[in-house]
């Protein structure tokens, strides 16, 4: 099956009270990881690329190794640039032959945030992509960029329908309490499901996205620290708030953390036990394995999109 849009995904999730994964990919072992799970449990999915990912692994061989997937599975697979900070990276993306683009103005002014977006609307939907932009600014590490828990701005309803009619945005991500990278929430997670009651309120039939949205999983951080590794402990989102999140407005959920949890627990692991390996198909074909069971797992128990594709 051709690359596909996010549409028609995110029309029966919100109909359907689920949500679409939306990956973050960055090799061959964690695209083929989570493609193998979405096709066994038969699963509609999101690939996403960020600006440090494409620096990383180069545009053409990540489209091609997204190209193998999608023979590979026969699944509908969006390509999405997570993201993305300027008009000219979604050009180039868009160009690329994504089918999805995020342009990241949040931190601009409302009104430099319309501009932008539209900007980007306006060049993607006579191409047939879609386009993500963001309301409202969540905390932690993305790209380099650090925003401290009070530079985090929770979205404001008000602004929602004035910002997705003038910009022709096709989602939108909101903040409501999730933040970027492993250590999220210190004491109890806490989400503002009232905000997103609200913004759904006014939206009606519209899909939200949720970023930062990894869960933290506890075996992966002990593991880490079992074999050497030094992370604090640190809350994710749980996962129930993420069910609850699917069930309403929320079409996509971003998931990047616990994948490169999985992948460096795992690779931990390999090399105490075996500390003569130097065979990378060792390491990184214990480490795909673990990535296919953790995103098996989230399709099913969390996102709730199994037998959707
Ligand atoms: O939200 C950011 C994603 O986790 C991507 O991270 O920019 O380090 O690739 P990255
Ligand atoms: P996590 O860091 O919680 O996995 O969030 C990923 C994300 O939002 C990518 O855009
Ligand atoms: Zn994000």
Do not use: W
């Not at 994504?98 to 932008?116: C, G, Q, R």
């Amino acid at each position: 099956m051709p690359l596909v849009t996010t549409k028609e995904m995110f029309k029966k999730a919100y109909e359907g009270g689920y949500a679409i994964g939306a990956f973050n990919v960055n090799n061959m072992e964690i695209i083929q990881g989570i493609t193998e799970a979405a096709k066994e449990v038969n699963a509609p999915l999101i690939l996403q690329v960020s600006a440090g990912a494409r620096k990383y692994a180069n545009h053409t061989y990540l489209m091609k190794l997204i190209e193998a997937a999608t023979i590979e599975t026969d699944l509908p697979i969006a390509v999405h640039l997570d993201h993305g900070d300027s008009f000219e990276l979604c050009k180039s993306c868009i160009d690329g032959g994504f089918t999805s683009v995020m342009i990241d103005a949040s931190h601009l002014p409302f009104e430099e945030n319309i501009k932008l977006t539209k900007q980007v609307v306006d060049y993607a939907h006579p191409r047939g992509v879609v386009v993500e932009a963001e309301l409202g600014r969540l905390a932690g590490v993305e790209d380099d960029i650090n925003v401290s828990a009070e530079d985090a701005v929770y979205t404001d309803p008000k602004e929602v329908e004035e910002f997705v009619e003038r910009t022709g945005v096709d989602s939108l991500a909101i903040a409501i309490g999730t933040s970027h990278g492993a250590y999220k929430f210190k004491g109890e997670a806490k989400l503002r499901f009232d905000i997103l009651e609200e913004i759904q309120r006014r939206l009606p039939g519209f899909p939200i996205v949720l970023h930062g949205a990894s869960s933290v999983i506890p075996e992966y951080v002990d593991t880490i620290n079992k074999y050497g590794g030094q992370m604090p402990g640190a809350k994710g989102v749980p996962e129930d708030m993420l069910r609850k999140a699917a069930s309403m407005a929320v079409c996509k959920i971003n998931i990047d953390s616990d994948l490169r949890l999985a992948m460096t627990a795992t690779i931990r692991k390999v090399f105490a036990e075996n500390p003569a390996e130097f065979d990378p198909r060792k390491y990184l074909g214990p480490a795909r394995e673990e990535i296919k069971k953790l995103v098996k797992h989230k399709l099913i128990n969390v996102l709730g999109c199994a037998g959707k594709a």
